[in-house]
């Protein structure tokens, strides 16, 4: 698990919000996004097909949602729509009328399924007989469109010669479920200080076995802002896990500012030689230029508090310090590597680090931004900045955890005592 599942979601291929007809209990495996650039019918014996990819074992498959429009002169009102296994086998089938679906305006339109377990790569395929224009998505990355026909079942060789296949998606979502994890949540100790940390406890079952994380967030009562984060990750159906909090907040700060809090976590799986100058990360937003956009990035500091290495969402190096460049190129000349590696701009780069809120009810939490670092020291002085953890403001605190599974269902879970802080 890469550190931008913390308090990112990213949409490459999945889209896990509700969407056309979908109904929010349902999970959308999507490509598009949403804007339709053009439209294409394919001739009768052929169809449009999109491959998926499960997002776990035996996921139950419910739906497919279809953005299109009607003919103006369709020469059938006849839509079949299959699905297949990775070896083309079908294994779903509906035949409907495209009148009942479909309008004279683009629009989506979600085809109920009789519910299929699917695994891996399975196959979405519409043959709307020259009846229904697909909508194109042209903008996004290339999905999984694909040219098939029946009977027997098989991919084409692409052949729409106005659209490459690597730049074209075809508007076809796939929606299903899985059972989600049931948690329950227990805080131990009212109270939190570094010498008596509280403990909040889960035990979580999931009925399919496909646990993946579970993330706590110690909040502020009132406000609901972050001011502690841990994760773990999950593996199976069952799980006692015990997280614990020592009533301490990070901070981040160079030689004319500071800002708290900042969510820092352990940096796990590192050599034990790296594990000393990368033992927690800070995710944040890194601007390289004035004008630039701003990039998701990873501030990585050490035992001490320095800040050592500066990494970005694609897992691209931005800075290493000098003590973690020995360890990974003892060999090469730091100032070398500095002139040649670092893309940090001094007096240019920035590096924001965020603030979190987790609204009470079903919203999602959001961030925001603290005040930005200005990069304005050497690379040699680890930019100057530094992490520090401190005693948090005395108050009341809650705890809550959000646990996921692989089929994207995150339950959370909040505590029903207070923790104080005084």
């Known amino acids: 698990m890469t550190p931008a599942r913390i308090f990112f979601v990213i949409h490459l291929l999945i889209s896990l919000t509700c969407q056309a007809a979908l109904c929010d209990s349902f999970v959308t495996l999507a490509y598009d996004d949403g804007e339709a650039e053009d439209g294409l019918w394919i001739d009768d014996m052929r169809g449009h097909s999109v491959l998926f990819t499960a997002p776990c074992e035996n996921w139950t498959l419910s739906g497919v949602a279809v953005y299109g429009k009607l003919s103006p002169e369709y020469r059938s009102d006849i839509f079949v729509l299959e699905v297949w296994d990775e070896d083309l086998n079908l294994v779903?089938?509906?035949?409907?009328r495209a009148g009942s679906f479909f309008g004279d305006e683009f629009d989506w339109a979600l085809v109920d399924?009789?519910?299929v377990e699917v695994s891996g790569d399975f196959f979405v395929s519409f043959y709307e007989f020259a009846g229904v224009y697909v909508g194109m998505d042209l903008d996004s990355g290339p999905g999984g469109s694909?040219?098939?026909?029946?009977?027997?079942?098989r991919i084409l060789e692409w052949d729409v010669e106005a659209y490459r296949?690597?730049?074209?998606?075809?508007?076809i979502r796939a929606a299903g479920y899985s059972p989600a994890p049931d948690v329950d949540l227990n805080v131990l100790s009212g109270n939190a200080s570094r010498d008596r940390p509280v403990a909040v406890d889960l035990k979580i079952r999931d009925p399919d076995r496909n646990l993946k994380s579970a993330l706590l967030y110690v909040v502020k009562n009132g406000s609901r802002e972050v001011?502690?984060?841990?994760?773990?990750?999950l593996d199976g159906g069952d799980a006692e896990v015990r997280f614990s909090w020592p009533g301490t907040i990070f901070q981040v700060s160079d030689d004319r500012s500071s800002t708290a809090p900042v969510l820092a976590v352990d940096t796990a799986g590192l050599p034990e030689n790296a594990s000393l100058y990368l033992a927690c990360?800070?995710?944040c937003a890194l601007q390289l230029r004035e004008g630039d956009p701003l990039i998701t990035a990873f501030a990585y500091f050490g035992d001490d508090g320095k800040f050592n290495a500066l990494t970005d969402a694609l897992g691209r190096a931005h800075y290493q310090s000098r003590d973690v460049h020995n360890i990974t190129s003892p060999d090469v000349d730091y100032m070398d590597y500095m002139a040649k590696n670092i893309t940090l701009q001094k007096d240019d780069s920035m590096v924001a680090f965020y603030r979190v809120v987790v609204p009470s009810g079903p919203r999602e939490p959001y961030q925001m931004f603290h005040q930005p670092f200005l990069l304005s020291r050497s690379p040699l002085f680890n930019y100057r900045l530094e992490l520090e953890e401190l005693d948090a403001d005395p108050g009341a605190?809650?705890?809550i955890v959000e646990v996921e599974d692989w089929a994207?269902?995150?339950?959370?879970?909040e505590g029903s005592s207070k923790i104080e802080v005084t």
């Open 408 to 413: 994207y269902n995150t339950v959370r879970v």
């Open 146 to 153: 694909l040219i098939a026909a029946r009977n027997p079942n």
């Open 227 to 233: 001011v502690w984060s841990d994760l773990r990750e």
């Open 92 to 96: 779903s089938k509906v035949m409907d």
């Open 165 to 171: 296949d690597n730049q074209t998606n075809w508007m």
């Open 281 to 283: 990360y800070a995710t």
């Open 397 to 399: 605190y809650l705890a």
């Open 113 to 115: 399924i009789p519910d």
